[in-house]
């Protein structure tokens, strides 16, 4: 089956730039989406389609995704960006999802 | 707006069919999307139970597959689940969302996820 990993947390300090990656194999051939799930909420889809934005998101949200790798980039982060991010993508007609990037805004 | 409500008991017993229902609000379940099952277990992260189709079409997730039934009712514009022989690894807090599915498939609308507890 396929799998996608991302790194358990990445730490970032405010107004600073957080990369979080997604990598699965061939994942640049696929679409990538993510999510940001603070907690005790529901997820909220922040990226689809690879780099596409849902409306109310904020433009500091962007992503792409080539060869292996999806990246998630939040610029100019912000205490309120704290939260668990997912990568998804979708393989033999089933949803993956990546096990979850703990973004910790120091 | 479209909003997604999870409803059906918080506590079940090993062995048990777990049941929940998905109502949709501000949206027509028949109007062209999917319509999916998330779960998290606690602590955890997301994993995929399945999705449906207003005509019936189904997608499951293999792992799921010989325990899941997923209904829909377009007449009470809801959607349901039904996993059968619960043990405790099928406690997770439940979410339903709308689905698109194929290559661009995500999820761009949830529901606030109901905790359905497996305990004797």
């Known amino acids: 089956s396929y799998e996608l990993t991302q790194p358990p947390s990445v730490s970032v300090s405010p107004g600073q730039t957080a990369t979080i990656t997604c990598s699965g194999d061939k994942l640049g051939d696929k679409y990538a989406c993510w999510y940001q799930q603070k907690p005790g909420q529901s997820p909220i889809l922040v990226i689809y389609q690879d780099s596409k934005r849902p409306s109310g998101i904020p433009e500091r949200f962007s992503g792409s995704n080539s060869g292996n790798t999806a990246t998630l980039t939040i610029s100019g982060t912000q205490a309120m960006d704290e939260a668990d991010y997912y990568c998804?993508?979708?393989?033999?007609?089933?949803?993956?999802f990546g096990p979850g990037t703990k973004v910790t805004v120091l | 707006q479209l909003q997604l409500q999870e409803s059906g008991p918080g506590l079940l017993e090993p062995s048990e069919t777990l049941s929940l229902t998905c109502a949709v609000s501000?949206?027509?379940?028949?109007?062209?999307?999917?319509w999916g099952w998330i779960r998290q277990p606690p602590g955890k992260g997301l994993e995929w139970i399945g999705n449906l189709y207003h005509s019936g079409t189904t997608y499951y997730n293999p792992s799921l597959e010989s325990r899941l039934t997923m209904s829909v009712d377009t007449s009470k514009n809801h959607f349901s689940l039904k996993l059968r022989s619960v043990t405790a690894a099928d406690t997770a807090v439940y979410y339903c969302?709308?689905?698109?599915?194929?290559?661009?498939?995500?999820?761009?609308?949830w529901g606030q996820g109901t905790l359905v507890t497996v305990s004797s």
């Open positions: 501000g949206f027509s379940i028949s109007s062209g999307y999917y």
């Open positions: 998804q993508a979708w393989d033999s007609s089933t949803y993956v």
């Open positions: 969302a709308r689905a698109l599915t194929g290559d661009l498939a995500y999820f761009d609308y």
